[in-house]
């Protein structure tokens, strides 16, 4: 079964200070990995993938197999970083591309 | 270009009755999706369309949730009877047509409670 856990549901930080946010999946198969960012009163939108090995808004994501993880990092936060973020997971060989998304994490960065 | 419409943005209705929920997705979009969030949680797939045919609607609760997609565009996304447990942001997306390459594009939602 597809699951993907993000363990925090609140993470507060620092303007200027690193940003991790932890996301770990299980699946069987070939995942393909996602990270969603919903701002306030704003659509849940997509940030970044890890098909497409991308940065995005100082944002960087890897994959790691081994551990089952796709945390995403900022070296320096700043306030208009603070959404829900979502880990969300799609498996590369199936038909469609179905979401399994987490809880999601509230990134909260104070001045 | 116009983004995922959804209509209405907010309904109260009391358990039993019945609700529906429209959605307009990106013009030329092939794939649409319905998703369920409830608070606290990510968004969970119900249905998706690919033109007018399912996809997958393995997490749709298929006695009391109905959906279609006439002629491969609007699609609607019927409750009834509601229950308690329905209280929950239903989520309509859509993208260009399936796969893991092309992004799926948000509407606002509708934030739906069943008193």
């Known amino acids: 079964a597809q699951r993907v856990t993000q363990p925090e549901k609140l993470l507060s930080v620092f303007k200027g200070a690193p940003v991790e946010l932890k996301c770990n999946y299980s699946y069987s198969g070939s995942p393909e990995l996602f990270w969603y960012v919903q701002y306030s009163r704003q659509r849940l939108q997509l940030l970044l993938r890890?098909?497409s090995r991308e940065s995005i808004k100082g944002f960087t994501a890897d994959l790691n197999k081994g551990e089952t993880s796709f945390h995403l990092k900022k070296p320096f936060a700043q306030e208009e970083d603070s959404a829900m973020y979502y880990c969300?997971?799609?498996?590369?060989?199936?038909?469609?591309?179905?979401?399994?998304f987490g809880a999601g994490t509230i990134l909260r960065v104070k001045s | 270009e116009a983004g995922v419409a959804q209509s209405p943005r907010y309904k109260i209705i009391e358990k039993r009755q019945s609700v529906a929920f429209w959605c307009n997705p990106i013009s030329g979009h092939a794939t649409l999706y319905w998703y369920q969030q409830i608070l606290g949680q990510g968004p969970k797939l119900l249905i998706q369309?690919?033109?007018?045919?399912?996809?997958?609607d393995s997490q749709l609760p298929k006695d009391r949730f109905s959906a279609e997609r006439l002629k491969g565009v609007d699609s609607t996304l019927k409750i009834q009877p509601a229950k308690l447990e329905d209280s929950a942001v239903y989520l309509c997306?859509?993208?260009?047509?399936?796969?893991?390459?092309?992004?799926?594009?948000f509407g606002p939602g509708t934030r739906l409670t069943v008193t």
């Open positions: 969300a997971l799609s498996g590369l060989m199936e038909y469609g591309n179905k979401l399994v």
């Open positions: 890890h098909i």
């Open positions: 369309f690919q033109n007018n045919g399912v996809v997958d």
């Open positions: 997306a859509s993208s260009p047509t399936s796969g893991v390459r092309y992004e799926q594009y």
